[in-house]
C-alpha cells in the first residue's frame, strides 16, 4: 500500500479527529437520553444501553488522559484495568437488573424515545465506524481501526435493544427486553475481559495525540 504523503496525513489525522468528536458527543447525547428513557419505562435494556454508551465516551477519555503523560507506555496497564473495571461493574448491573425482571416478570413500558433513539443508532453508527475505519487503513493506523470496530459493535448493541424494545411493544413479550440487556452484559464482559489482558487497542484519540506528543517532541 503506498504511504500517504505528509500533506495527505495531517488531511487524515483531522479526519479522524473529527469523526472521533462526532462519536464522542453523539455517545454523550445517546447515553443521557438512552438511560433517562429507560429510567421511565423501567427498562433494564435501555438503562444498560446507555450505561454502555457512557463507558465508551470515558474509555477514550481515559486513553486520551494516559496520552498526555510524559511516559504513556507507563500508564497503559492502569488505563486498561481502569477501563476493565468500569465494564465488569456494567455486565454485574445489567445481569442483575435484567435477571430480576424475569423472575418478577417486570413488564416494561412502552418508549417511543428508546425505540427512535436506538433506531437512528442503527443508522448512524455504521457510517461513522466506516468513514474511520477508511481513514485509518490509509493512514496505516491500527489503532483507528480497531476504534471504528468498536463503534460497529455499538451498531449491534443498538439493533438487539431495538428488537427487545419493538417485541415487548408490538408482540407483548415483555422479557425480550431483559434478553437484550443480557446481550448488553455478555458484550461488556467480552470487552472487560480483552482490556484486563492488555489486548485492547488504544483509541484513536489517544493514537492522535501520541502523534502530536512525538512531533512536539522532535
Known sequence: MTTPSAARRTTLHRRI???????????????????????????????????????????????????????????????????????????????ATSVLALITAERPEHSTVGIVLTAVSVLI??????????????????????????????????????VGLLANSLLGWWWADAVAGLVIAGFAVREGLEAWKGDACATSVGMILEDEHDTAHS
Request: charged share 15%; proline share 3%.
Open 125 to 162: 453508527m455504521p457510517f461513522l465506524s466506516f468513514a474511520e475505519r477508511r481513514a485509518g487503513r490509509e493512514l496505516g493506523s491500527a489503532t483507528a481501526v480497531a476504534d471504528s470496530m468498536q463503534t460497529l459493535i455499538c451498531t449491534y448493541l443498538s439493533a438487539a435493544v431495538l
Open 17 to 95: 479527529r473529527l469523526i472521533v468528536t462526532l462519536t464522542i458527543g453523539y455517545n454523550l447525547i445517546e447515553a443521557a437520553v438512552a438511560i433517562t428513557a429507560g429510567s421511565l419505562a423501567s427498562s433494564s435494556a435501555l438503562i444498560g444501553f446507555g450505561l454502555d454508551s457512557t463507558i465508551e465516551v470515558l474509555s477514550a477519555a481515559a486513553v486520551a488522559w494516559q496520552f498526555t503523560r510524559r511516559d504513556p507506555e507507563r500508564w497503559e496497564k492502569p488505563t486498561l484495568r481502569v477501563i476493565a473495571v468500569a465494564f465488569f461493574a456494567l455486565a454485574l448491573y445489567v445481569t
